[in-house]
């Protein structure tokens, strides 16, 4: 398993994006290029040609997952007037539209559903690097407490 230091919070944003543009995880740097799909002779699209082993598609939610990410929140719902507000909304027209719509009506409930939302990609997006063979180094390396005197020690763990 390869540790790279990524940017989660972008990559989760990717994989949640809907824009039109394919964004690639160069999986010897960690960086990611963002290509259009229409761009057929950049320098970068180039690149991935040459070498498709290092680079990976980021993917992109579907409808269909979107649509399961909020049938799965439902589950952990027990607001009696929530519930059935945003269970209708599922199965209306426009869901995604009508959910985000009816969800702003209960501000703790909007609350619980953007963390469960992030729990749920951040969840994605980990299991999708680790198939690929990557773990995202920590955001904060533990502190290399040797050699620090004792009171200095004291003074940067007391910030922390």
Same mark, same amino acid.
């Given at each position: 398993? !390869?540790?790279?230091?990524? /940017?989660?919070?972008?990559?989760?944003?990717?994989?949640?994006?809907?824009?039109?543009? @394919?964004?690639?995880?160069?999986?010897?740097?960690?960086?990611?290029?963002?290509?259009?799909? @229409?761009?057929?002779?950049? *320098?970068?699209?180039? &690149?991935? @040609?040459?070498?498709?082993?290092?680079?990976? &598609?980021?993917?992109?939610?579907?409808?269909? &997952?979107?649509?399961?990410? #909020? *049938?799965?929140?439902?589950?952990?719902?027990?607001?009696?007037?929530?519930?059935?507000?945003?269970?209708?909304?599922?199965?209306? #027209?426009?869901?995604?539209?009508?959910?985000?719509?009816?969800? @702003?009506?209960?501000?703790?409930? #909007?609350?619980?559903?953007?963390?469960? *939302?992030?729990?749920?990609? !951040?969840?994605?997006?980990?299991?999708?690097?680790?198939?690929?063979?990557?773990?995202?180094?920590?955001?904060?390396?533990?502190? /290399?407490?040797?050699?620090?005197? #004792?009171?200095?020690?004291?003074?940067?763990?007391?910030?922390?």
């Amino acid at each position: 398993m !390869r540790t790279f230091t990524l /940017d989660l919070d972008a990559l989760i944003q990717l994989i949640n994006g809907r824009d039109q543009q @394919e964004h690639w995880l160069d999986l010897e740097s960690g960086s990611v290029l963002s290509l259009s799909p @229409e761009d057929h002779y950049s *320098e970068q699209r180039q &690149q991935i @040609e040459l070498d498709p082993h290092r680079y990976s &598609q980021v993917p992109q939610l579907d409808m269909a &997952q979107r649509l399961a990410m #909020r *049938e799965a929140f439902l589950f952990t719902l027990d607001d009696l007037h929530a519930h059935p507000l945003l269970s209708a909304a599922l199965t209306s #027209r426009k869901p995604l539209r009508a959910f985000d719509y009816e969800i @702003e009506a209960f501000a703790p409930i #909007r609350q619980q559903w953007q963390a469960y *939302e992030l729990k749920q990609l !951040r969840e994605y997006a980990l299991n999708w690097l680790y198939e690929l063979g990557i773990e995202p180094a920590p955001d904060k390396l533990p502190l /290399d407490t040797r050699g620090i005197p #004792r009171d200095i020690l004291r003074r940067l763990t007391k910030s922390a």
